[in-house]
């Protein structure tokens, strides 16, 4: 495998909206990412993945972007954003931006040239479909409703997969690309090291044909985008692809494909939800299904691709409530969760908040949620007459808006978040769960997570050795092993409240065994003297030949 720059790195994502808000409006900024690099340094990261700060009249918070060349004037200037990049670099920190080029907002002005005539020089940057009875499809937006939405000027449709206000790109015209690239490279000269590229695997989509997904000219316009713009730097690339598989993935990601470094999968994510009903549609996890789909990526990209490694981001519910314990157990089970990620193959990604196990948001109606899809299906679910409390609690355990609740980081008034009214509540338990706090208590998340992002700068079998799971059909116990030259590190780890006994498969010669992180005092010495574990426990070993 290839040695890049970044595969040592850890990457933390900033949502800028609900990070720290530096002048008072209640909305965070780039000033405010700014107050808090030392924080991030103390943290130990190596990357920033910025969610999009581009000019936006935020009906899906900068997912709509109007303008590629300027910053939101509520996060600030130009100027602070080359300040950000400039502070970064000093405790070397890179920065990532977010691409979204799958859609931009209805108020671009490619939009508001291609809607006013048929004829207009941008008619065909988006996607126009004449119909006499009605919609051209049945196609569905994933913020609810039909993804054809009627223009009186022109009498023709638009085609958003998104919000009405996301019309999407038609990058099947050659100028639409170039004219992306041409803003790609203008980042890159900026200072900024790659992007994590929003729904990429939709960009060569057949709408005519349905295929939305992994349209037959996706790879193209990857290696395309790949010649003309990444090649020429040393960047760091993440593609969102719901889509991918295992076996997709290495199309994305091999060595000679010269595409992207790393895709984000969706399909531990998808665990939880009754299959092919959405994502609201609710499910307990079933660990053994997690193993199985975590070991897969492990094993079918080993030495052919790069993992990417998450539990969180702006999409997803708060992995502590989610898969943890967030009452009783909240710090045992959020470094369990930690340990469990970070100490596989590939590049862990850090969401905001995640380092001090912030939580799920629990808001009593729907005046309180932000977030236009968490809206748009209520308003749809309840048109439909669905009880609003089984509604309520799909929001409160799916929303997005979980994610999106301001940074907790002291117990001032709104979590020290903003001195003036925050765009979203905090979630109430800032006074206990807070930035201050953990970096006071040397046994706090916060410094485990550091722990877990030294440890993978110091121990080249993080990075290379090979996967392989251990009691796969364990109902409670995630178990692996890595192994790498004459070391093997032994991971345990007891995913719930019980006690169950750890039988590992195998006698390991464990005569020079060292616990390399563990989360509760006293854990056993050996793997060979693993007996119960404890509620959430657990331990990493590295065993020397
Ligand atoms: C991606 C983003 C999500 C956004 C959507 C449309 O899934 O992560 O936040 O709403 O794309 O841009
Ligand atoms: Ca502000």
């Given at each position: ?342 100490m ?124 392989e799971?251990l ?8 178990a692996y092993t890595r192994k790498?030259?004459?070391q093997t590190l032994l991971v345990v ?9 750890v039988?590992l498969?195998?006698?390991m010669?464990d005569?020079?065994a060292?616990i390399i ?9 050996k793997p060979?003297?693993l ?8 331990i990493v070993y590295l065993i020397?030949?």
């Amino acid at each position: 495998m290839e040695k890049t720059w970044w595969q040592k790195s850890t990457i933390y994502q900033i949502y800028p909206r609900s990070f720290n808000d530096s002048n008072g409006d209640g909305i965070g900024d780039l000033q405010g990412i700014i107050e808090k690099l030392d924080y991030l340094e103390l943290l130990g990261i190596d990357i920033i993945w910025l969610s999009p700060v581009y000019q936006s009249p935020n009906d899906d918070n900068g997912y709509d972007i109007s303008n590629y060349y300027e910053i939101m004037p509520e996060f600030g200037t130009m100027e602070d954003m080359e300040t950000l990049i400039e502070e970064a670099k000093k405790r070397n920190i890179h920065i990532m931006m977010d691409l979204v080029i799958n859609h931009t907002s209805d108020e671009h002005h490619w939009f508001e040239e291609s809607r006013k005539s048929k004829d207009n020089p941008y008619r065909d940057y988006y996607v126009w479909r004449g119909s006499e009875n009605g919609p051209p499809s049945d196609i569905q937006s994933v913020f609810s409703g039909s993804a054809w939405e009627w223009d009186e000027q022109t009498g023709e449709y638009y085609f958003h997969l998104f919000s009405k206000k996301q019309p999407d790109l038609n990058l099947h015209n050659p100028e639409v690309r170039e004219r992306l690239y041409t803003m790609m490279n203008y980042w890159l000269d900026k200072g900024v090291s790659g992007f994590r590229m929003d729904v990429i695997d939709l960009i060569g989509k057949e709408i005519d044909q349905k295929v939305l997904t992994d349209g037959p000219k996706l790879h193209d316009y990857l290696r395309e985008m790949n010649e003309n713009v990444l090649s020429h730097y040393p960047t760091i690339t993440v593609g969102e692809t719901p889509s991918a598989t295992p076996e997709t993935a290495q199309l994305y990601t091999g060595k000679d494909r010269n595409e992207l470094d790393m895709v984000f999968t969706f399909q531990h994510m998808s665990l939880d939800e009754r299959a092919g009903e959405g994502k609201w549609a609710l499910k307990e996890l079933d660990l053994v299904e997690l193993k199985q789909v975590l070991s897969k990526w492990q094993t079918s990209l080993f030495q052919k691709g790069w993992n990417s490694l998450y539990w969180n981001n702006h999409d997803q519910p708060r992995i502590v409530s989610r898969w943890g314990n967030d009452q009783e157990y909240r710090d045992e089970s959020a470094k369990m969760l930690a340990t469990v990620l970070h100490m596989m193959q590939g590049t862990p990604f850090i969401y905001q908040g995640e380092e001090i196990g912030m939580t799920n948001i629990e808001f009593d109606n729907i005046t309180h949620y932000r977030d236009i899809e968490t809206i748009n299906y209520f308003h749809e679910k309840k048109s439909e007459g669905v009880p609003e409390e089984e509604i309520m609690e799909s929001i409160r355990t799916k929303g997005r808006d979980n994610a999106r609740t301001p940074f907790q980081w002291n117990d001032d008034a709104h979590g020290g978040f903003t001195e003036g009214t925050p765009w979203m509540e905090v979630n109430s338990n800032f006074i206990e769960i807070n930035a201050e706090q953990a970096i006071k208590n040397q046994n706090s998340i916060f410094f485990y997570y550091q722990k877990l992002i030294a440890l993978r700068k110091r121990l080249d079998i993080l990075l290379y050795g090979e996967y392989e799971l251990l009691l796969g059909d364990h109902p409670e116990i995630m178990a692996y092993t890595r192994k790498w030259a004459d070391q093997t590190l032994l991971v345990v780890a007891n995913f719930y409240g019980g006690n169950p006994v750890v039988h590992l498969p195998e006698k390991m010669d464990d005569s020079h065994a060292e616990i390399i992180i563990s989360n509760y005092s006293n854990p056993s010495e050996k793997p060979s003297e693993l007996g119960h574990l404890r509620p959430y426990e657990t331990i990493v070993y590295l065993i020397e030949k």
